[in-house]
């Protein structure tokens, strides 16, 4: 094919957003003579949005420069901003600030009164966020909306506002920060933005909904990028942050199956890119082999996440905890939580470790970390936030023995999970109601729930939660014979204390229970661990279920 047959086909691939086809054949123009302003420019954009990321770098220095031999001094400084941003994003620094450094001495030479000034405020704003500095961030912010709406320029005006209603949801300004961010999405789902600025503001004010719990606005937004996504099936890196969206959104509406092949696709297409998105996509793909019960496929996956920058916690945490490792899981997320400051940071920890402290015998670390749960959610005002916290205190008070304050509490949670249409963790809810129902002597009502909660497990393919319904269901209580010693050589009191502790109780309560100190119970605890080889509370209980010591 000639060059110009090349460059008309390039041209024709990139007006029908075909962005590998239009880099490729670019490419092969540019390699028989250089390319003029508007299709290096062409080059540098198919180059980024069809995941050829240093394509797409070489291209935008080279219309960098012949913006420059052109006069074209403030479209040059434009190409090194994104430049420079997009380094920016792939932590290559040094070359960042230098592409930064040149726009501003460009823009500079101009004078204050142009569009590019406001977008010289937006890698500020990255920045000042990066620091923790959100003041610095929404100022920087403010100041690129201003110059976008003042020079009627769509991408800043959207960009900006999506970075200012980020910063706003990160100091919890939440009822000023979603309307933001609702905007910057009505300019990106109407096509009136440029394709990488539509992905960018896509992509961030997503994010920003699923870190303050706007479910409803998450789902929605999603559903809007996939279908910008699907549009274009050469698109790659935005593609692949929609599917790890989608599969977030999947996983918790109960479509665990579609879940994990969203995950997987978005592995794949993101194989090989700079940047921390591919840890998100193996961090989700781990999030469904535990929920599963594929604990070696949980493993590799929450390994793959952390060389690609995404610390594997919670779920690692409570991987090691289903492993029976409960030490390993409080000393991860006590850990975590010790230099995580940021509040909305903290709700994705908090519910984690409350479950861990409750399994590692620690009612007042998880009392603690369940209270913290709880004011949050007030200040927030986020429903889903709310279902979390209630969930946490319900959890809370049937492990202190306080089976009606605990009914209150999940039944609360169970309320909301229903609405927002999260199946699993509905039926989780309704394990620990019937576990309240049988402390207050309902065993009809405790039978129900529990049949409920089983068919959603059997559906979602959730193995684990399914063992230990099913031994709930074959051990009903009011059927248990007096304590006697066992073969493994339990004695009476081992076996009372473990029937107590596959009731859920703590030690803490079962101390109080039996009038002994809680030093006995944990010398008992531990003697019990030892003779009927389980390193957990959690194994102890299956064995206690499986040998008719609980019922």
């Not at 202190?400 to 199946?423: H, M, S």
């Amino acid at each position: 094919m000639v060059r110009v047959d090349l460059i008309t086909a390039g041209r024709r691939a990139y007006a029908r957003r075909a962005w590998a086809d239009a880099h490729d054949a670019l490419t092969r123009a540019s390699t028989e003579a250089p390319l003029d302003v508007d299709d290096t420019e062409r080059l540098a954009w198919a180059g980024m949005l069809s995941g050829r990321d240093e394509s797409s770098f070489l291209a935008l220095e080279r219309f960098y420069e012949l913006c420059l031999e052109a006069g074209q001094t403030l479209r040059a400084a434009r190409g090194a901003i994104w430049l420079g941003m997009r380094l920016m994003s792939i932590r290559q620094i040094g070359h960042a600030t230098g592409w930064l450094a040149r726009a501003r001495r460009l823009v500079e030479a101009e004078g204050p009164d142009c569009v590019e000034q406001g977008y010289l405020q937006l890698p500020l704003a990255f920045q000042s966020a990066a620091a923790g500095d959100q003041d610095g961030a929404r100022a920087a912010s403010a100041a690129a909306i201003d110059l976008g709406d003042r020079y009627a320029d769509p991408d800043l005006s959207a960009f900006g506002r999506t970075l200012a209603g980020r910063a706003l949801i990160v100091q919890g300004r939440l009822s000023e920060g979603l309307p933001l961010l609702d905007e910057a999405m009505v300019a990106a789902s109407s096509g009136a933005l440029s394709p990488h600025v539509t992905g960018l503001v896509y992509c961030f004010a997503i994010a920003a909904c699923n870190q303050s719990h706007a479910l409803d606005r998450a789902r929605e937004w999603t559903s809007a990028l996939s279908a910008w996504c699907d549009a274009q099936p050469q698109l790659v890196p935005f593609a692949g942050a929609c599917l790890v969206h989608r599969s977030e959104i999947m996983l918790l509406g109960g479509a665990w199956s579609d879940a994990i092949d969203e995950a997987r696709r978005a592995a794949a297409r993101l194989a090989g890119l700079k940047g921390h998105e591919l840890g998100l996509a193996h961090y989700q793909e781990g999030e469904i082999h535990r929920l599963r019960g594929d604990q070696a496929e949980a493993e590799r996956a929450y390994t793959l996440a952390r060389e690609h920058g995404r610390d594997p916690h919670p779920g690692l945490a409570l991987l090691r905890m289903a492993q029976g490792r409960v030490d390993l899981a409080a000393a991860a997320t006590e850990r975590v939580l010790s230099v995580t400051r940021d509040p909305l940071q903290r709700t994705r920890f908090l519910p984690a470790h409350v479950e861990i402290m409750l399994a590692a015998s620690e009612p007042g670390k998880a009392r603690q970390a369940a209270e913290e749960l709880r004011a949050l959610a007030a200040q927030f005002g986020m429903n889903v936030l709310g279902a979390m916290a209630a969930h946490a205190d319900g959890a809370v008070a049937l492990a202190e023995g306080d089976a009606r304050t605990a009914l209150n509490a999940l039944r609360r949670a169970q309320d909301i999970w229903q609405r927002v249409g999260a199946p699993y963790l509905d039926a989780r809810i309704r394990v620990l109601v019937a576990r309240a129902f049988r402390a207050l002597g309902d065993e009809e009502g405790a039978a129900l729930e529990l049949e409920a909660a089983r068919r959603v497990f059997i559906q979602l393919g959730a193995a684990p939660d399914v063992s230990i319904t099913d031994a709930l269901i074959a051990a009903p209580t009011g059927t248990v014979a007096p304590a006697r010693p066992d073969p493994k050589g339990l004695s009476r009191r081992e076996l009372e204390v473990l029937r107590l502790v596959a009731m859920g109780k703590t030690n803490k309560v079962i101390a109080g229970e039996l009038f002994v100190s809680e030093k006995t119970i944990d010398r008992h605890v531990s003697n019990i661990f030892v003779k009927i080889d389980v390193s957990s509370r959690a194994a102890a209980t299956a064995w206690a279920f499986r040998h008719g010591v609980a019922r």
